[in-house]
């Protein structure tokens, strides 16, 4: 599912970069009164105003709804899903046998032997 909401959501970004720079701006209104107007465009005059502001919104809306979305998916807590909880400590951690502190003149039982220079 959260595969198909950035689909979407890249989709409707590029869309929407799109459509925002083939519309032409309010200046363009002057030079069609010069005769480099749209008039001969696929839509007629005016028609692709309104078809490309409508396009515009509703990429703009599809933008909007799939960042909320993906917003939602990330916000919620998962359960148990911490960053620790993933590392498998034995195979980070070597083993390695215990130490005992040596005392010096004492042999492995732990007793002090008897000839202790003074």
Do not use: C
Not at 29 to 58: I, P
Not at 87 to 106: I, N, R
């Amino acid at each position: 599912m959260e595969t198909l909401v950035w689909f979407v959501h890249v989709i409707s970004a590029v869309a929407l970069i799109i459509l925002v720079l083939v519309q032409h701006g309010k200046g363009a209104d002057m030079g069609a009164a010069f005769g480099t107007g749209s008039a001969g465009s696929l839509f007629g005059s005016s028609g692709s105003a309104n078809f490309l502001s409508r396009s515009t919104a509703v990429a703009a809306t599809i933008f909007f709804i799939t960042s909320l979305s993906l917003t939602y998916i990330y916000a919620r807590p998962v359960q148990g899903a911490g960053v620790m909880e993933k590392v498998d400590v034995s195979k980070t951690v070597p083993e390695v046998a215990p130490v005992t502190p040596s005392v010096p003149g004492s042999d492995a039982s732990g007793s002090k032997s008897k000839d202790i220079p003074k």
